[in-house]
């Protein structure tokens, strides 16, 4: 197949999809665009945001839409490792008994986490080497995760007393942490609009397991340009204080800087979305537009930043212009 004949169906196929997505998710272009990102550059998201803003139905639908097997996870602080990963069970049929392994919810292409900062430390952990390494082990056994796997993780940002933040090294493995804000008032309208509907909406399976493994290979065929590369690496050497790049900001405000993570997660999410505008060259524009939800978990900010009522958001959203500048100089 010719490049651009597949550059044109991955795209085609890819703007079903969102609008597909688009016939029950209301607004959140961002967020949708974020979470197939995340899918097709084989990574995981964590969304932020108040109950009833629609992040568990978009998880769900997209499962519809894309023909695969979704589970759900309420986290929960007496939720034990192996209500997640599965355990031995004694099997008795046949007449003689043997330890069999039942898998867990996690053993899935679509994996729902929700509020996943009220279960603790130990149970969060058990995430870890599924969202890491794609694969389960009990005991002596590894038992691997049929692709494509997505971990969406949710967390309301409201009620935090008796909840366990996830640690860095846990949020360094997401590859976005997306913010779900509220609808806007046409938005809104629209949604009631649809609930008082007594018709269903049916939606279409556009893609499959197999279409969704084959766009993930066009997407490595994108190309990324030297200076675009020397791009993302300066966004992430802006954050990091102490070094001969580090911004202003970083330098007064951010404690730790991204990861070298934050560099490869630039690239990856600008090639998938470079791809769905019909592109099969990563721009600089295509990195400032994914480098807010890649980079906004991956800066510890200091003391002197709470005090100064600063945020990743307002951090961001001066370096990354300020770089971009930088850069077109």
Do not use: W
């Not at 730790?256 to 490869?264: D, E, H, K, V």
């Not at 592109?279 to 003391?303: C, G, K």
């Amino acid at each position: 197949m010719q490049p651009d004949t597949a550059l044109q169906i991955a795209t085609s196929q890819l703007n079903r999809v969102r609008q597909e997505i688009g016939k029950i998710i209301v607004g959140q272009t961002d967020v949708v665009d974020g979470v197939l990102i995340c899918l097709l550059a084989g990574g995981h998201v964590l969304l932020e945001g108040v109950p009833g803003l629609g992040k568990t139905t978009l998880l769900r639908t997209l499962s519809r839409v894309l023909h695969l097997k979704y589970s759900r996870i309420q986290f929960t602080p007496d939720l034990m490792p192996g209500d997640i990963v599965g355990s031995m069970i004694i099997d008795s049929e046949g007449g003689s008994r043997a330890l069999r392994f039942q898998p867990g919810p996690i053993f899935t292409h679509l994996c729902l986490a929700d509020e996943i900062n009220r279960a603790t430390p130990k149970t969060q952990s058990a995430l870890l080497e599924a969202m890491q390494e794609h694969t389960v082990t009990i005991g002596n056994t590894t038992h691997p995760l049929e692709a494509p796997f997505l971990v969406m993780a949710t967390q309301n940002p409201i009620e935090m007393e008796g909840t366990y933040p996830l640690p860095e090294a846990q949020l360094d493995r997401f590859l976005m942490k997306i913010l779900v804000r509220y609808p806007s008032r046409s938005d809104l309208s629209t949604i009631v609009e649809r609930t008082i509907q007594k018709d269903e909406i049916e939606l279409e399976n556009v893609l499959d397991r197999d279409a969704i493994l084959g766009l993930r290979d066009v997407c490595h065929t994108v190309l990324v340009a030297p200076h675009v590369q020397s791009y993302a690496i300066d966004l992430v050497m802006a954050t990091q204080p102490g070094t001969d790049q580090t911004h202003e900001l970083a330098q007064k405000f951010i404690r730790y800087g991204s990861s070298p993570r934050g560099a490869q997660a630039l690239v990856e999410c600008g090639r998938v979305l470079a791809l769905m505008k019909g592109r099969l060259h990563l721009s600089t524009e295509d990195i400032e537009a994914v480098a807010p939800a890649v980079l906004r978990h991956r800066i510890i900010l200091n003391f002197d930043a709470h005090a100064d009522g600063q945020t990743p958001e307002t951090i961001l959203s001066r370096i990354i212009p300020s770089v971009g500048a930088a850069i077109h100089k």
